[in-house]
C-alpha cells in the first residue's frame, strides 16, 4: 500500500512561481512513474506531468510545456512539480500519483490546492 501527501500549494499572482511536493510512504514503494493531474471546478480531471521513477523520463501537457517541470528524488521517495509563470488557468486542485510496477495500480494524494489571482 502506498500513501501519498501533496504540499506546497497556495494563493500567488498571475506570472508567480509555486512549488508542489508529494511525499510517498509505504511498506515497498516500487512505482513505475509519478505523476500529476488537476481539476478546476465544473472541470474535467486533466493530466499535467509525469515522470518514470527509475528512467526519470518527462511528459508534459501541452498546456504547460515550458512553464512546469515535473522531478523526483528517488532516495527522498519524493516528486516535485516546479511552477512557474502560473497563469489563472492553472487554478485547480492538484493530485499527485503514483503507478506501481508491480500492479499497475495508481495511488492517488488528496490534493493540494493551487490559486492563481490575475
Known amino acids: 500500500q502506498v500513501q501519498l501527501v501533496e504540499s506546497g500549494g497556495g494563493l500567488v499572482q498571475a506570472g508567480g512561481s509555486l512549488r508542489l511536493s508529494c511525499a510517498a510512504s509505504?511498506?515497498?514503494?516500487?512505482?513505475?512513474?509519478m505523476g500529476w493531474f488537476r481539476q478546476a471546478p465544473g472541470k474535467d480531471r486533466e493530466s499535467v506531468a509525469h515522470i518514470t521513477w527509475n528512467n526519470g523520463a518527462t511528459s508534459y501537457a501541452d498546456s504547460v510545456k515550458g512553464r512546469f517541470t515535473i522531478s523526483r528524488d528517488n532516495a527522498k521517495k519524493m516528486v516535485y512539480l516546479q511552477m512557474n509563470s502560473l497563469k489563472p488557468e492553472d487554478t485547480a486542485a492538484y493530485y499527485c500519483t503514483s503507478v506501481s510496477s508491480l500492479t499497475s495500480r495508481t495511488y492517488w494524494g488528496q490534493g493540494t490546492q493551487v490559486t492563481v489571482s490575475s
Open positions: 509505504g511498506r515497498t514503494f516500487t512505482p513505475h512513474s
